[in-house]
């Protein structure tokens, strides 16, 4: 198979790939169309479907491996697939790790830092709220490995959320050394769990899409709820320090129209904001860059960055 991201306008493919969507349209002139997103480990495309009931098409759903034959074209500045013909593949003619993306980054070993970042934060109930989650609860644990940090834009992945939570940790860790005013302990702690309601606002692969949870609360509210109730069975958990913790979490989005319930007025709260933007935005533009396959010219507009890109120039 030839993976999406090698993909050009004016090829024909004729490969397998995952139909991570699927959903029925009709033209302006009233004839139906199928809207379809092909996935593999590199990426997503679109693809089209014209004539779903010509020879050739025949029946499959969301979440089936496809065996496709079509044309790529480029609208509005992305790549599409033009779907000539279509069958649902068998099991033995696909491997399912090609079609999922996944971190380059052990699970392992990113799970053994997350582990000395919980055994570094010195305050007994703290301490406790960290090990409650991420060392007993083996159904979090595995929910937490196996997640994105997002459907889109940055650590779209699995093993995305563990990696941007640990990207976010080290930035706050060495923050907390340079700058004595931070309370370690809570940043470090506010840290790890920033985006622990992930979990349940994105769905699981190979769908890594919103959940109704996710869509009707969000993950700032989700992960508030869930730092709430883990510490509700501690036993005297200091409320004050309670409350700290769930307003780092509430405001780590820095701003009301990003989602974020309160603004910082903790300096922990300042800090998880900055790290928390800062790997999210290093992460996406080493994705653009990944994506432009090396590249040394201007890439264009970007809508994120408001700005054209392009890589810094060897000298």
Not at 35 to 58: E, H
Not at 281 to 288: G, K, N
């Amino acid at each position: 198979m030839r993976f999406l991201n090698e993909l050009h306008e004016g090829d024909r493919i004729n490969g397998i790939y995952l139909c991570k969507q699927k959903q029925s349209a009709v033209t302006k002139n009233g004839k139906p169309y199928e809207n379809i997103i092909l996935q593999d480990k590199t990426g997503v495309m679109d693809g089209k479907i014209w004539d779903p009931n010509s020879l050739g098409i025949d029946d499959f759903d969301a979440l089936d491996y496809i065996d496709v034959v079509g044309d790529v074209t480029s609208f509005a500045g992305a790549m599409q697939l033009n779907i000539k013909r279509v069958r649902k593949a068998a099991e033995d003619e696909y491997n399912p790790a090609d079609y999922l993306p996944v971190s380059e980054n052990s699970t392992d070993d990113m799970y053994s830092q997350l582990k000395a970042f919980i055994d570094s934060v010195e305050n007994v109930y703290l301490s406790a709220l960290l090990k409650k989650l991420f060392v007993e609860d083996e159904e979090f644990i595995k929910a937490f490995e196996g997640h994105s940090a997002a459907k889109t834009v940055h650590h779209g992945f699995i093993g995305g959320l563990m990696e941007h939570t640990l990207g976010v940790t080290r930035l706050c860790d060495y923050m907390s050394k340079a700058y004595p005013v931070i309370n370690r302990d809570l940043l470090i702690t506010a840290s790890l769990l920033h985006d622990i309601g992930k979990t349940k606002e994105l769905s699981s692969f190979p769908l890594n899409d919103y959940t109704d949870e996710g869509q009707l609360l969000g993950h700032i509210y989700i992960g508030a709820q869930m730092i709430h109730d883990l510490a509700s069975q501690i036993p005297e958990f200091p409320e004050v320090l309670k409350n700290e913790l769930i307003h780092c979490i509430l405001a780590h989005h820095g701003e009301l129209e990003y989602g974020s319930p309160k603004k910082p007025a903790l300096v922990e709260a300042v800090a998880l904001n900055l790290a928390d933007n800062t790997d999210a935005r290093m992460e996406t533009i080493t994705e653009i860059f990944a994506a432009d396959k090396g590249k040394k010219d201007w890439l264009g507009f970007n809508r994120l960055f408001d700005s054209n890109l392009r890589r810094t120039k060897e000298v």
